[in-house]
C-alpha cells in the first residue's frame, strides 16, 4: 500500500495532469450485449437509420466539456425494457428526464423528472418503469454528490439507494458510470474520490451490487482501477459481472473482472493513460462491451496505440507504466477478448490517416454474425496534451466480422451516435441523439448549448 496524495479535481479540468499513485482493491464491471455467434456473413446491409422525433418539455444541454474543454456529447442513455417499450435519459436543469417511448420511437407518456439528480450514469428498463444510476446531494468534506440507483416503479420513486458516503470514505463528484441488470440484481461501476481512509483525495473506481429491492449486497469492490478513465460493463447470470477499465495508472486498458487491484489484470491494449490523453478513449469514459453467444467479447476505442510500454522506473511501487504513443491522432481500435477473465492478441485497427482525428467510438451487435463500429472523424487536426481539435467530416458505420474484418465500406450517415444504444430482441439497434451536426474547430467554453428535441434512430440489421 502506498500512500496517497491529495488531488481534488479529476475529469473536467482545464489541463493535462500526470497519473497519481493511488491505492487500488477490487473486481469486475462491463455494458450491456446482444448475443452473437461468430462468422460473417455477406449479404450488402443497408446502414442508414431510420428516425423520429421527440419533443422534449426541457432544455437538454447536449455537449459537455471533457479534458481540456474538449466537445463531448452529453450522454443520453436508451435502454429497453422487456416489452419492447423504450426509456430515454438525459439531463435537463431541474434533474434527470426519462421519457417514455414506444418500441417505433414515439412518446408514450410524460417525462418522469428524478428531482435532485445530475448526471446520467446508468439506465436499466423495466416493463413498469426504471432504474437509474445518477448522482445526488450528499455531505461530504469535499461537498461533493453521491453516487445512487433511483428506482421507479409506475411512475413512483420505491428507491434510492446511495452508493458512496461517509462511512466508506468516497464521494462520487461525476460517474463516467454504468448500469447493468442480470434479472436480479444490478450492476453499477462509476467513479469515486477518496474522502478519508487510504484513499483520501485520490480518484479511483467502484463497483456495487444493488437487489432488485434497492438492498445493497455483497460483492464488487470499494476502490478498483486508480484513475479511471473509462468503464465498460456487462451483466453476467451467475458470478462477477465483466468489466473493462482505462487504468491511467498502469497505462492501459484492462479487463478488471473479479480482480482486487489491477495490478494483475490481463491487459487489453496500453495506451498513454494520463488523464486528457486517454480520456476520449471511451465516448464519455464509458465503452460498449458485446458478448457473442461462445463467451467472447468485443469492444472498441479511440486509440493512439503504444510504440513503447515499460515500467516507470520512478515508481517506487512497481505499478507505473510508461507508453509512448504510436501516433498523434486517436484510431480506431476494435478489441476481442476469448473470454471475460482474459486479454486478448493485438487490437484490429479500422483507420490509420495520420492527420485525422477519430472520436466518440461505438460498437454494438448487428444481427447473429456481426459488429457494427461507429466513429465520428475530423480532417486537418491540431493535437495537443493528447486531445485534438479539427474539421468534423462524418459520422462513420462499418460492418466487421467477430475477427475484426471489415463486411463492406464505411457509411457516412446524417445520425449522430451520443450515447447508450438499445438492442430490441430482433436485433434493431435504437438510439437517442441531439439532432445537430458536431463541431471540432475548438474547445467548448461557456454554457453548452441546448436542444429541446431528441431524434430516436433505428437500425433493423
Known amino acids: 500500500m ?135 446531494a450528499d455531505t461530504n468534506k469535499w461537498k461533493e454528490t453521491a453516487a445512487a440507483v433511483v428506482r421507479y416503479t409506475n411512475g413512483r420513486q420505491t428507491f434510492r439507494t446511495k452508493l458512496t458516503g461517509t462511512a466508506s470514505h468516497d464521494t462520487a463528484p461525476l460517474l463516467d458510470g454504468q448500469l447493468t441488470w442480470n434479472g436480479s440484481k444490478y450492476g453499477a461501476y462509476f467513479v469515486v474520490h477518496g474522502a478519508g481512509g487510504f484513499a483520501d483525495g485520490h480518484f479511483g473506481d467502484k463497483l456495487s451490487y444493488v437487489s432488485a429491492k434497492g438492498a445493497k449486497i455483497s460483492g464488487g469492490w470499494s476502490w478498483g482501477c486508480s484513475h479511471n478513465e473509462g468503464i465498460a460493463l456487462h451483466a453476467e447470470t451467475t458470478g462477477a459481472f465483466t468489466s473493462l477499465c482505462f487504468d491511467d495508472w498502469r497505462s492501459g486498458l484492462f479487463v478488471s473482472t473479479g480482480i482486487g487491484a489491477p495490478d494483475t489484470a490481463p491487459v487489453v491494449q496500453r495506451e498513454q493513460c494520463w488523464a486528457g490523453y486517454c480520456g476520449g478513449t471511451f465516448p464519455s469514459r464509458t465503452g460498449d462491451l458485446v458478448k457473442s453467444a461462445t463467451g467472447r467479447y468485443a469492444t472498441a476505442f479511440a486509440s493512439r496505440g503504444a510504440a513503447s510500454a515499460k515500467k516507470n522506473a520512478a515508481d517506487a511501487s512497481g505499478r507505473g507504466w510508461t507508453v509512448k504513443p504510436r501516433t498523434g491522432t486517436h484510431q480506431v481500435a476494435v478489441a476481442f477478448m476469448k473470454n471475460r477473465n482474459s486479454g486478448p492478441g493485438k487490437a484490429v485497427y479500422l483507420t490509420s490517416a495520420a492527420g485525422t482525428e477519430n472520436t466518440n467510438v461505438h460498437v454494438a451487435p448487428y444481427g447473429k454474425d456481426r459488429l457494427l463500429v461507429s466513429w465520428e472523424s475530423m480532417k486537418s487536426a491540431k493535437c495537443a496534451s493528447g486531445t485534438c481539435t479539427g474539421t468534423f467530416t462524418g459520422t462513420h458505420l462499418r460492418l466487421v466480422d467477430w475477427n475484426g474484418k471489415a463486411q463492406g465500406a464505411d457509411k457516412v450517415v446524417n445520425a449522430r451516435i451520443t450515447g447508450d444504444i438499445a438492442v430490441l430482441k430482433d436485433g434493431t439497434l435504437t438510439w437517442a441523439y441531439a439532432p445537430v451536426t458536431p463541431t471540432y474547430a475548438k474547445p467548448l467554453t461557456g454554457a453548452s448549448p441546448t436542444t429541446t428535441t431528441l431524434r430516436v434512430a433505428r437500425l433493423k440489421p
Open 2 to 136: 502506498t500512500t496517497a496524495r491529495r488531488i481534488t479535481r479529476h475529469r473536467r479540468v482545464r489541463a493535462a495532469r500526470k497519473p497519481a499513485i493511488g491505492v487500488l482493491a477490487a473486481a469486475g464491471v462491463a455494458v450491456g450485449a446482444w448475443y452473437a455467434t461468430a462468422g460473417a456473413a455477406t449479404t450488402a446491409p443497408n446502414l442508414t437509420p431510420t428516425s423520429t422525433t421527440v419533443t422534449l418539455a426541457a432544455k437538454f444541454p447536449y455537449l459537455s466539456a471533457g479534458y481540456n474543454n474538449t466537445r463531448e456529447w452529453t450522454r443520453t442513455t436508451t435502454a429497453v425494457a422487456p416489452n419492447g417499450t423504450l426509456r430515454v435519459a438525459w439531463p435537463a436543469a431541474d434533474g434527470v428526464h426519462v421519457t417514455p417511448l414506444t418500441a417505433a420511437g414515439k412518446r408514450s407518456g410524460a417525462d418522469t423528472v428524478v428531482k435532485g439528480t445530475k448526471e446520467v450514469g446508468g439506465l436499466v428498463a423495466h416493463n413498469d418503469g426504471f432504474a437509474l444510476l445518477t448522482r445526488v
